[in-house]
């Protein structure tokens, strides 16, 4: 079936490293690929997609690329601030699957000053 | 716009009591997901409805029942409770598009 592994944490960064948490895919077909973020105490909220290969998603200085090669979609980050504190979920849907999502099992990232 | 809220934030129910947990969207979407989030576990799908009428189950779906009310509303019932299920249980929707829109979730622990 569908499935998705991510990197497990917990991370801890200290503010104004790098981040990349790694996550790859498997999948029939060619799934759309996100990474959610939820922050303390709230829902999930979409940071960034991408929908075919080679494909870049970027929001608030994420960065992470379809790699169909490597079945891969690692999310990147080049500085960190204590605000980017949060647990960071890779996933992937299918049209052919009504576009439910299968997650990986969440990576908590926490940023020090 | 509310986007998607769910009711109630947090509830305690005691092993067999039962409850219903309420989702509503304003985002005139046609799919609705109820999934459950516990630890070391990301996110499972629980049941969903792609169009008002329509349900099907997800990857865990025994011992919820859920009801697709209308367009807006899509319920997922708890019959007997049991402490396999205190969990977080969070509402999404989607559109046209393959982009779902979370709500803020249920705490729900059950003694």
């Known amino acids: 079936g569908d499935s998705v592994t991510q990197m497990e944490g917990p991370v801890t960064l200290s503010e104004e490293a790098c981040l990349t948490i790694?996550?790859?895919?498997?999948?029939?077909?060619?799934?759309?690929l996100f990474w959610y973020v939820q922050y303390p105490g709230e829902g999930l909220q979409l940071l960034l997609k991408?929908?075919?290969?080679?494909d870049k998603g970027s929001n608030k200085g994420f960065e992470a690329t379809y790699r169909k090669e490597t079945t891969s979609f690692h999310l990147e980050k080049g500085s960190v601030q204590v605000s980017d504190s949060a647990v960071y979920f890779c996933?992937?849907?299918?049209?052919?699957?009504?576009?439910?999502?299968?997650f990986g099992a969440g990576t908590t990232v926490t940023v020090r000053a | 716009n509310a986007g998607v809220t769910q009711t109630p934030k947090f509830q305690v129910l005691k092993t067999g009591q039962s409850m219903t947990l309420q989702c509503a969207q304003d985002m005139n979407h046609n799919s609705m997901y109820w999934y459950r989030q516990d630890p070391g576990m990301g996110l499972r799908l629980i049941y969903y409805?792609?169009?008002?009428?329509?349900?099907d189950k997800g990857e865990v779906p025994n011992g919820y029942n859920v009801s697709r009310l209308n367009k807006r509303e899509f319920s997922l019932r708890l019959e007997s409770a049991a402490p396999s299920q205190t969990s977080v249980y969070f509402c999404a929707t989607a559109g046209d598009t393959d982009t779902q829109y979370f709500g803020p979730g249920t705490r729900l622990t059950v003694l």
């Open positions: 409805s792609a169009s008002e009428g329509t349900t």
């Open positions: 996933a992937l849907s299918l049209r052919s699957n009504d576009y439910k999502l299968s």
């Open positions: 991408a929908t075919k290969a080679d």
């Open positions: 790694n996550c790859t895919y498997t999948a029939t077909g060619y799934p759309s």
